[in-house]
């Protein structure tokens, strides 16, 4: 293990995975048995990579482990608030659809996003990088939205949606073409791994499987008739 980049700064590795890593431990014989847990508690919980830097000559340390460690879960957010704004949007849509994505699979959430999709009949697209999110041969299962390149169908029904419904999708570059898509991507809801965004309100605080499971729960109640649904998914 390299200690450093040859100049005698340590800290240099922590540093240069801050940015994709959700903490940083740098461990020492006194404080081990604090930031060890500390950093595996908070992959647990946020699902996200940590990195800890164990230089050579602690790791042969011994130390005295004063309690076994236990994961300790932090308390669910509420997210009663938001099922019932997503409620409204939903009961006032004419033309709604979810775009799915890659967390669907990174959470193995495949089931429940086809239970709420069957109680709800909302017609589905998958981006590319999403590719197996959503089951294909569900009857609201519509295609791959690219974006500009994507099938008229499914091009013109997602642009044209007054309701999109975001589930763990990320709408990069490479997966709408170039950001061709021609919704106003302020007025998508945003269900993502710590995001929750819907027009003005954003909570970076919500954990997606949990907020999934909560979602699918509700029972969605929504007064409108999906008449163009068979239309819209038709292959």
């Not at 240099?12 to 940083?24: A, F, H, L």
């Not at 340390?61 to 994961?71: L, N, S």
């Not at 999109?164 to 709408?176: E, M, P, Q, R």
């Given at each position: 293990?390299?200690?450093?980049?040859?100049?005698?700064?340590?800290?240099?590795?922590?540093?240069?995975?801050?940015?994709?890593?959700?903490?940083?431990?740098?461990?020492?014989?006194?404080?081990?048995?604090?930031?060890?847990?500390?950093?595996?508690n908070?992959?647990?919980?946020?699902?996200?990579?940590?990195?800890?830097?164990?230089?050579?000559?602690?790791?042969?340390?011994?130390?005295?482990?004063?309690?076994?460690?236990?994961?300790?879960?932090?308390?669910?957010?509420?997210?009663?608030?938001?099922?019932?704004?997503?409620?409204?949007?939903?009961?006032?849509?004419?033309?709604?659809?979810?775009?799915?994505g890659?967390?669907?699979?990174?959470?193995?959430?495949?089931?429940?996003?086809?239970?709420?999709?069957?109680?709800?009949?909302?017609p589905?697209?998958?981006?590319?990088?999403?590719?197996?999110?959503?089951?294909?041969?569900?009857?609201?299962?519509?295609?791959?939205?690219?974006?500009?390149?994507?099938e008229?169908?499914?091009?013109?029904?997602?642009?044209?949606?007054?309701?999109?419904?975001?589930?763990?999708?990320?709408?990069?570059?490479?997966?709408?073409?170039?950001?061709?898509?021609?919704?106003?991507?302020?007025?998508v809801?945003?269900?993502?791994?710590?995001?929750?965004?819907?027009?003005?309100?954003?909570?970076?605080?919500?954990?997606?499987?949990?907020?999934?499971?909560?979602?699918?729960?509700?029972?969605?109640?929504l007064?409108?008739?999906?008449?163009?649904?068979?239309?819209?998914c038709?292959?």
């Amino acid at each position: 293990m390299h200690h450093s980049l040859g100049e005698g700064n340590f800290d240099d590795y922590r540093k240069m995975y801050e940015p994709i890593t959700t903490t940083q431990a740098y461990i020492t014989e006194d404080n081990a048995q604090l930031e060890i847990p500390r950093v595996i508690n908070a992959a647990l919980t946020e699902s996200r990579p940590v990195h800890i830097h164990l230089p050579i000559d602690v790791a042969a340390k011994e130390i005295e482990v004063k309690e076994d460690y236990h994961y300790k879960m932090s308390k669910p957010a509420d997210v009663s608030q938001y099922i019932d704004m997503v409620q409204a949007k939903l009961n006032s849509a004419e033309r709604p659809v979810i775009i799915t994505g890659h967390e669907i699979n990174s959470f193995g959430l495949h089931e429940l996003l086809e239970q709420f999709v069957n109680q709800t009949g909302i017609p589905v697209a998958q981006l590319s990088l999403g590719k197996g999110a959503f089951n294909e041969e569900s009857p609201y299962y519509m295609g791959i939205y690219d974006g500009s390149i994507a099938e008229e169908r499914i091009k013109y029904y997602v642009d044209h949606s007054d309701a999109i419904l975001n589930i763990g999708a990320k709408l990069t570059d490479s997966a709408t073409a170039g950001f061709s898509y021609q919704f106003d991507i302020d007025d998508v809801i945003m269900l993502n791994h710590r995001n929750f965004k819907m027009n003005e309100t954003r909570d970076d605080n919500v954990a997606f499987t949990r907020f999934i499971n909560r979602f699918t729960a509700h029972r969605f109640s929504l007064q409108w008739r999906l008449s163009y649904v068979q239309k819209a998914c038709a292959k």
